[in-house]
């Protein structure tokens, strides 16, 4: 997809130029009032903004044509979204199949895949928040939509929910092959879903690239953040029942994480911690960490003025399995490490620090 546009509100100005992939997830990051939303907003239409939009082929907006909302075929959920309270659970999923493409998702199956089977029946203004939450997402999956659009709709939810509702999202459009283009402020939620970023400041797109790339960008805040990490994805080969560990392989490297079996052949995302790796020139054999693997450093960086990097931190840059991690370590194992670029190190991951999302 690629749109540049430009649109004034105030005195706040939209000069925005990007290119993203027509699958996948895409976060569009940022600080607050860097023009995320009026982004988004201008991509679907809603917002009406000068330049230029292209989806799948189709030139949705140009100097002469604009194609309207409802003929984009691009479903939208934001953080202002509610259920037809006066309707049934059944009603409000009904609503969406009545405007959608056909193909689209049958309401039953809809329903039983969001945990809301039970419920159809029931007014949909009696919900919880959780399940009033699944259901927006599942009304706005009913119309079969050719993009999914999300403006941070998930913020009042507890952690727990969130974690359940981000899962079932995540399958329901790699399964579909539904592209996702939204917004986040939250961290575990941009790295648990997205697979490309746009990052914006000041009404511009500044960077733009895969998700590890700009969680690694020097330029960017993400790699000095405490819980900076990188995602991997891996394949599950196996399971050990007696200890309870699925075996993974992760780009020809075997390693393995904790909890219940998963299954054989499926695809699994991992979050690595940077401050959950430790670095040795050996390989610990006697160490209680089950994932131990070979690396070569690419970047050292230190604590100074140059830096957003916590007093007495250091980034370490690691080639592993052929891409980069990040490991942070403290100045002091730095110094007495003496870490250079192009050594040849360990690293050692502990198996519960891996988190799959």
Not at 116 to 137: D, E, F, T, V
Not at 213 to 239: H, I, K, N, Q, S
Request: some cysteine.
């Amino acid at each position: 997809m690629k749109a540049a546009l430009e649109h004034s509100k105030g005195a706040f100005c939209l000069r925005a130029k990007a290119d993203w992939p027509d699958q996948g997830m895409t976060v569009i990051a940022g600080p607050s009032g860097a023009g995320k939303t009026s982004f988004l907003r201008a991509v679907l239409g809603i917002e009406r903004a000068a330049g230029h939009i292209a989806f799948a082929g189709q030139t949705l907006q140009s100097a002469e044509r604009f194609v309207p909302v409802y003929q984009r075929r691009m479903a939208w959920v934001s953080q202002h979204n509610d259920v037809f309270a006066h309707l049934s659970v059944a009603q409000n999923l009904a609503f969406a199949a009545r405007f959608a493409a056909p193909g689209g998702p049958a309401l039953v199956d809809m329903a039983e895949r969001f945990g809301l089977a039970s419920h159809l029946a029931q007014n949909a203004g009696a919900l919880s928040g959780g399940q009033k939450q699944r259901l927006i997402l599942a009304r706005a999956l009913m119309s079969n939509p050719r993009l999914l659009a999300l403006d941070e709709p998930f913020g009042a939810l507890d952690a727990e929910a969130r974690h359940v509702l981000l899962g079932l999202l995540h399958g329901y459009c790699a399964e579909q092959n539904l592209p996702v283009l939204f917004v986040s402020h939250d961290f575990d939620t941009l790295t648990r879903l997205a697979d490309f970023m746009l990052y914006m400041q000041e009404g511009r797109v500044i960077a733009q690239g895969a998700l590890n790339a700009c969680l690694l960008d020097d330029t960017l805040p993400f790699r000095y953040r405490e819980e900076a990490c990188v995602v991997r994805r891996a394949t599950v080969r196996g399971y050990e029942d007696k200890d309870g560990l699925n075996v993974l392989d992760m780009g020809g490297t075997p390693l393995v994480v904790p909890g219940a079996a998963l299954p054989v052949g499926s695809a699994v995302r991992l979050r690595l911690r940077g401050g959950d790796i430790s670095l040795s020139w050996t390989r610990h054999e006697d160490s209680s960490v089950l994932n131990i693997l070979p690396g070569t450093i690419v970047a050292v960086e230190h604590t100074n003025g140059h830096t957003p990097l916590a007093p007495g931190s250091v980034n370490v840059i690691l080639a592993l399995s052929g891409e980069n991690i990040l490991v942070r370590i403290t100045e002091k194992s730095a110094r007495a490490l003496s870490l250079a670029v192009g050594d040849k190190v360990y690293a050692q991951i502990k198996a519960s620090a891996l988190v799959s999302g």
